[in-house]
């Protein structure tokens, strides 16, 4: 199973949620008008069946079923509200601590060091990144909405247990989530089963209630008997319902997170190239005491969420995860049964190797496998990566203060004229120190190859995630200006900025639905922008410039007549119209951003002469379409 594939299932699962939650609230709001008919039986004559009662006042049912419906959806959608920020905001309510960018705990920067190479490989925003420092046993989880408000969260008990080849076999799983699309789901999971559990707990208070009731009536000689035997009645049965309906959203969760925790691991090992490194992992947890329960008082919550079960389940049918020695079978068949808590040696494991090693051939289809799939190849590149960054610059990389600066150097010109005219504006915009500051950046990142560039941005995101959204703005519509004051297209700073503009507006608005159905009609002029721009940007001859063009729409719409297929747009291109036409194509569904990605990268590779600009362009571009493109080998590129 392909990135696009679990894309796809990603979405069947969420759909499958809708249709079991939609089934459960009808289950729900049918028990409860029965149980409230008898609760209330003195307003029902007892020669009158408690059916025919109800179908003689619908408005007695309406009251209570929209009652219902208030209190599961309104539940619902509170909790799912209350997660806005995203994965930060579940790690910060379990006791999770931000590791600082400039951390000097060995253990700390060993993590960060392992989440960023993961990033950069996986060509997604680095996550924010969190310990929880009270918990002991090994354990792990990522959450959030989108790539974008993405949080990564260990125990402490993984930091101190694991080492690091079994630390990377973690964080490889935890990649999995967030590049698989799993943590959108895993929310709507917590906010589903908040809502049907309202009504359990509303039972609870009624029973309370009722108690309080029963003993008032008592010590004071009223007649209230029949009132508290009502509410009583009540409550127990909203309690039962909404327990049995909580029950069963719970088996739900579990199914589900079974299913992805077998997918995740097998990642892991593709990622990381050796399976010994979370198999490990997984033995040390079956072989500690504290194994990879947690403490906190909402891990309940967020067990489906976890590296490993965060609880003990009586019940292996309720359990959110397969059995260990399970998990640890698949990754190694030789596996007898037996938990140590000693690391096994590393030893290497099934996975493709994608183009950081180099491929045997070079084509749309192959270049598209590799989405959602880093292999240790392009891990150990991102490693290479890292190491090669001046210190200074990465240190201005994780400062909030100096991180924007470094972003708003890579849409600076390389001529100087036009780069001149664009610190004029920086001038006037931010000061003479602030546009001085920005072209030193600007002076480091010239001399480091142009792949780097969105790396260097991927790594920016945490520091600039972090400013206020009034600032981050203000950056955005800063860089825009930057781009297009000199009335000059330069092409790789244009798709650089539309990747951040990406980035940020996932930040801010995470919960918006990532796909809508299009229309050929909305889509046929964007195509045509798209590309047209890429037919542009790596060909200098019209003529051939237009055969890449016929190749990709061929490929993209083999069907259509020629006539009838989007039409080449020479000259310029309309960057504000390209802008909009990029937000249009990230809302396909999977199977049209495959072939849409296919046909791009055919359509650069048609002159035989690929040069780092081109795929760089692909590779932002597929960036701001949520295709995760590895970083690949250029120079395996030009050999072909």
């Not at 691991?265 to 504290?290: H, P, W």
């Not at 240190?395 to 036009?418: C, G, K, Q, Y």
């Not at 600007?442 to 780097?452: C, G, K, S, T």
Request: glycine residues 8%; neutral net charge.
């Amino acid at each position: 199973m392909d990135f696009f594939q679990r894309q796809e299932q990603a979405r069947k699962n969420s759909r499958r949620l809708v249709v079991l939650f939609i089934a459960a609230v009808l289950c729900i709001v049918v028990a409860l008008n029965l149980v409230a008919g008898f609760a209330l039986g003195g307003m029902r004559p007892a020669s009158v069946p408690l059916s025919s009662w109800l179908q003689q006042n619908p408005g007695f049912v309406a009251a209570v079923t929209g009652i219902t419906l208030l209190i599961i959806i309104g539940a619902s959608a509170f909790r799912i509200f209350s997660l806005r920020g995203g994965g930060s905001t579940v790690a910060e309510s379990l006791g999770g601590t931000a590791i600082p960018q400039d951390t000097r705990d060995p253990l700390e920067r060993r993590l960060r060091n392992v989440v960023e190479e993961m990033a950069i490989a996986s060509s997604v925003p680095v996550p924010e990144i969190y310990v929880l420092k009270h918990e002991s046993g090994i354990n792990a989880f990522a959450a959030g909405f989108t790539q974008s408000d993405a949080a990564v969260a260990v125990t402490q008990g993984t930091l101190d247990q694991l080492n690091r080849d079994e630390l990377q076999g973690v964080i490889a799983h935890e990649f999995s989530h967030i590049l698989n699309g799993d943590m959108r789901l895993n929310l709507r999971l917590m906010g589903t089963i908040f809502g049907i559990l309202a009504i359990s707990q509303i039972g609870r208070l009624l029973l309370r209630s009722g108690k309080w009731s029963s003993f008032k009536n008592r010590s004071s000689n009223r007649n209230g008997g029949s009132a508290v035997a009502a509410i009583m009645f009540l409550g127990v049965g909203l309690f039962l319902i909404g327990s049995i309906g909580v029950f069963f959203a719970r088996l739900i969760k579990a199914g589900v997170s079974r299913q992805r925790e077998y997918l995740a691991d097998a990642s892991a090992v593709q990622f990381t190239r050796q399976n010994a490194g979370i198999a490990g992992a997984l033995k040390k947890i079956g072989g500690l005491d504290t194994g990879s329960r947690m403490s906190s008082a909402n891990t309940e919550e967020i067990s489906h969420m976890l590296f490993a079960s965060g609880m003990r389940f009586f019940s292996r049918m309720m359990s959110t995860h397969p059995p260990l020695e399970d998990r640890i079978r698949a990754l190694d068949p030789s596996f007898k049964g037996t938990i140590e808590s000693r690391p096994g040696a590393v030893t290497p494991g099934p996975g493709a190797m994608g183009l950081a090693a180099g491929v045997q051939q070079l084509d749309g289809a192959t270049i598209a496998s590799l989405a959602g799939g880093p292999a240790s190849a392009h891990i150990e590149h991102a490693a290479g990566m890292l190491e090669s960054l001046p210190v200074a610059m990465l240190e201005d990389i994780h400062s909030t203060r100096a991180a924007p600066r470094v972003i708003m150097a890579l849409f600076l010109n390389p001529d100087e004229s036009e780069r001149d005219a664009q610190l004029k504006l920086l001038t006037a915009r931010l000061g003479a120190q602030a546009a001085e500051g920005i072209l030193e950046q600007q002076q480091q990142l010239a001399e480091l190859p142009r792949q780097f560039r969105l790396p260097v941005l991927e790594l920016s995101f945490p520091a600039l995630r972090r400013l206020p959204e009034a600032q981050r703005t203000f950056f955005l519509e800063l860089g825009r200006e930057l781009v297009e004051h000199d009335g000059q297209v330069d092409y790789h700073e244009f798709a650089l900025l539309q990747v951040l503009e990406v980035y940020l507006r996932d930040l801010a608005k995470p919960r918006r639905p990532l796909q809508k159905k299009q229309s050929r009609r909305q889509v046929f002029p964007a195509i045509s922008r798209l590309f047209s721009f890429l037919a542009v940007a790596g060909q200098v001859d019209t003529e051939l410039a237009e055969q890449a063009f016929a190749l990709a729409n061929k490929q993209l719409f083999p069907k259509l007549p020629d006539s009838q297929r989007p039409a080449f747009l020479p000259g310029a291109p309309d960057l504000h119209a390209l802008w909009d036409d990029l937000t249009l194509l990230d809302q396909l569904p999977p199977r049209g951003k495959r072939r849409l990605i296919q046909a791009m990268t055919d359509l650069i590779l048609h002159d035989k002469k690929q040069e780092i600009l081109e795929v760089e362009l692909l590779r932002c571009f597929a960036a701001s379409l949520h295709i995760p493109l590895p970083p690949m080998n250029l120079a395996a590129i030009d050999q072909q």
